[in-house]
């Protein structure tokens, strides 16, 4: 039962982060393909702004490999380390999730700013942080339980 629950947990961060990063990056490239049709010379900075939310889905990832890693799991896993590990992943899983996409709404914007013209891809890539920095928190949330629970 312990080990099941630390299970779902990894398999919540990966999942939840790695949707989130899609919807993302989906989101930044729907505005791209838009943006090439009014000015298809700023590709690479379209390019950029459109992969910045894939790394939430890394974030997930890392934090999967953290505590796989640490040698917690085992058959003599704790209900505690169990309930924390599910935790870690709910936490991760849904900050990725929503971080994500609300950084390529972010990115999608600036974008389409771009394409009509206006001078902000620095600007755009200092705002799209922000969101970023919530995924960077959680995954750092997550090392320090995966740290606690030894």
Known sequence: MEITLAYIGLGIMVFLSGIGSAIGVSIGGQSA???????DDAFGNYML??????????YGFASFYTINASGILTASITMVQ?????????????VGLFSAIQQ???????INAIAGGHDVFG????????????AIIAFAATFLISASIQ
Do not use: D, H, W
């Open 33 to 39: 393909i838009g943006a090439l049709k009014r000015k």
């Open 49 to 58: 702004l459109s992969a910045l939310p894939s790394t939430q889905g890394l």
């Open 82 to 94: 169990g309930a924390a590990i599910l935790g870690a992943g709910i936490m991760m899983g849904g």
């Open 104 to 110: 390529g709404k972010v990115c999608g914007n600036g």
């Open 123 to 134: 600007k755009t890539l200092i705002l799209a942080v922000f969101p970023e920095l919530y």
